[in-house]
């Protein structure tokens, strides 16, 4: 087998479950803070809430849609994070560690679904 096509395989399921375990952290981050906080009535919201509470559902979304398809799963949750980064982010300056972190799962699964693109392609 070849050496480079190891190595992506390796890289695959390193982003792969790198995305599914950072994925499954903020999932459970956000339903502990969501059941402390109480969840408001997100019709009684401002539209800037609103689009932020879709937008953080749309990156859950992803982060566990992730699981089976990839691809899906990472487009859906980094639309939902740019999305929240225009809805709910003032500023540059205002993106946190968390925010920032939210990102990662769909950055990773779109990463993993292109080398296992890649890796099909090379053993054709």
Not at 94 to 108: D, E, K, Y
Request: hydrophobic share 55%.
């Amino acid at each position: 087998m070849n050496t480079n096509l190891i190595k992506n395989m390796t890289m695959t399921s390193v982003c792969r479950w790198t995305a599914r375990t950072i994925g499954l952290v903020l999932l459970f981050i956000v339903v502990l803070i969501a059941s402390g906080q109480g969840i408001p009535n997100p019709f009684t919201q401002p539209i800037h809430v609103q689009l932020g509470f879709l937008a953080l559902a749309l990156i859950l979304v992803g982060i566990v849609g992730g699981w089976k398809w990839e691809l899906m799963g990472g487009i859906t949750s980094l639309s939902g994070w740019c999305l929240f980064v225009v809805a709910a982010i003032p500023s540059a300056r205002n993106l946190n560690g968390f925010v920032l972190a939210l990102a990662q799962p769909g950055i990773l699964y779109m990463i993993s679904a292109l080398l296992r693109r890649r890796q099909l392609r090379v053993q054709r």
